[in-house]
């Protein structure tokens, strides 16, 4: 089946740090996507990305669709302590393939900030 | 506009008993999916129900069951509960009308088998 590899699994950074993730697949998606989720709490859709290439900004979170369709990283500038959770790279395969309306989810980055 | 909700936020049940969970998607959704998420690890697919079918189940045995009803909403059922059951259940939902599937998620039912 389809399978996410979502590195690192684990970041303590400064508060103020820059921070990069990304996830990768051995197949192609049409869709990717970033949520993040705070304890307890459902993951909050943070970035949507719908074309090979496409770059996109949402504050400080930037995050890239890669052009093989088989990879995407997000980027958080200029890091603040509610920036702290985990992160979840989904992505969502092409409609001809069996299931696809499903999001197959990376393990998650868990984010930790030192004030 | 409210977001996806899910009740109750946590049930205790004990090995055996059968458990009920439920959701409530966004207005003009009318795809619902539900996802286990095991303390610390990922989330895991279960099923996605649209337009009141089931459209596709994840690797789960078949005491995961679910049905969606007129409305919209959705429920989980879980029978025959085992102590590794215990988990974060997410509920999502999404317009299918569309060619894209963003999903947003409901807080979560807290399910712990004691």
């Known amino acids: 089946g389809q399978q996410l590899n979502q590195s690192p699994q684990s970041m303590f950074i400064q508060e103020g740090e820059d921070v990069s993730m990304n996830c990768t697949s051995s197949?192609?998606?049409?869709?990717w996507l970033w949520y993040k989720q705070d304890p307890g709490e459902g993951p909050v859709l943070l970035i949507a990305?719908?074309?090979?290439?496409e770059l996109t900004s949402n504050g400080r979170l930037t995050a890239q669709f890669g052009i093989t369709r088989k990879d995407s990283f997000l980027n958080i500038s200029a890091s603040i302590p509610s920036d702290v959770g985990i992160y979840f790279c989904?992505?969502?395969?092409?409609?001809?393939?069996?299931?696809?309306?499903?999001?197959?989810f990376g393990q998650g980055t868990r984010l930790t900030i030192n004030p | 506009e409210a977001g996806v909700t899910q009740s109750p936020t946590h049930l205790i049940k004990t090995r055996g008993q059968q458990a009920t969970l439920r959701c409530s998607p966004i207005?003009?959704?009318?795809?619902v999916y539900w996802y286990q998420q095991a303390l610390g690890l990922g989330l895991q697919f279960l099923l996605w129900?649209?337009?009141?079918?089931?459209?596709n189940r994840g690797n789960f045995p078949p005491r995961f069951s679910g049905r969606q009803f007129p409305n919209y909403s959705s429920e989980l059922n879980v029978n025959a509960l085992e102590l590794e059951d215990s988990a974060l259940y997410l509920c999502?939902?999404?317009?299918?009308?569309?060619?894209?599937?963003?999903?947003?998620f409901g807080p979560g039912t807290r399910l712990t088998v004691l």
């Open positions: 999502a939902s999404s317009f299918r009308g569309g060619s894209y599937n963003e999903q947003f």
């Open positions: 197949s192609i998606f049409n869709t």
């Open positions: 990305l719908y074309k090979a290439g």
């Open positions: 989904a992505g969502q395969a092409p409609k001809l393939i069996q299931g696809a309306q499903k999001l197959v």
């Open positions: 207005s003009g959704h009318t795809s």
């Open positions: 129900y649209d337009e009141g079918e089931e459209r």
